[in-house]
């Protein structure tokens, strides 16, 4: 029962940035871990970044020093904050709810394109 739909992606040029919004709805969204993944054309889906409910945060190598992964629970709200993009960071940026549960939820995806 929990819905999400993410926001803020678009084009950006190398060295640029953009903050991606994914917003909540239908559970206690406090108590769910969340994470962001990201497709690239062609590749499998990859894990980005993830958020637990105490606010422990975990970033794949790549993006380590460039992104930020955030959470507003009086908002519904996970937030990336990207920095320093480069072309290998496009893809769809997807988010993902895990509740205590274990049980998964996806957003839609949005499109990230790093071009000059």
């Known amino acids: 029962q929990v819905q999400l739909v993410e926001s803020g992606g678009g084009l950006v040029q190398p060295g640029g940035s953009l903050r991606l919004s994914c917003a909540a709805s239908?559970?206690?969204?406090?108590?769910?871990?969340m994470a962001w993944y990201r497709q690239a054309p062609g590749k499998q889906r990859e894990l980005v970044a993830t958020?637990?409910?105490?606010?422990?945060?975990y970033y794949v190598d790549s993006v380590k020093g460039r992104f930020t992964i955030s959470r507003d629970n009086a908002k519904n709200t996970v937030y990336l904050q990207m920095n320093s993009l480069k072309p290998e960071d496009t893809a769809v940026y997807y988010c993902?709810?895990?509740?205590?549960?274990?049980?998964?939820?996806w957003g839609q995806g949005t499109q990230v394109t790093v071009s000059s």
């Open positions: 239908g559970s206690i969204f406090s108590a769910n871990a």
């Open positions: 958020i637990s409910s105490g606010g422990t945060t």
């Open positions: 993902k709810s895990v509740t205590r549960e274990f049980r998964a939820y």
